[in-house]
């Protein structure tokens, strides 16, 4: 397989945002998150530095830690939605409804997470396409 194809992504999307779907006629604008987007990566180490003994030792409290990557990705990640409602009316996208969501559901920043780290996002639909489907009989596990 090619690496480029297998590993490769749109360095756009990852840059820019692009949509995603994360169930119930939801749809996110997230740009990657790692160390591709630099922004965000400088900030996380910023932010993290000085719970480093508790992040090595395994004692942070894990409310701070969600606390922390809320405002990352607040800062530097989600850029806008489609398809929230709220009682039935639709909800323009901020960063301020961002955050408050996010604390409150946290079952909807996990999927939000998870969608600005999946390489899967960030690609080309042909490479999506080409990664989905084994090259031959053999190739099926």
Known sequence: MDIKKLYGTNKEKESDGAFVPIGGGVEVKVKR????NKDFAFDQAKMLRP???QISTGTIDTDVLVGINISLF?????TDWKGITEDGKP????KEKFVEYAKEYPDFFNE???AAHDMQNFKDAEDVETVKKPVNSTAIA
């Open 33 to 36: 998150a790692g160390a591709s």
């Open 51 to 53: 719970f480093s003994k």
């Open 74 to 78: 607040a800062r530097h990640i989600i």
């Open 91 to 94: 909800v323009k996208f901020s």
């Open 112 to 114: 939000i997470f998870s």
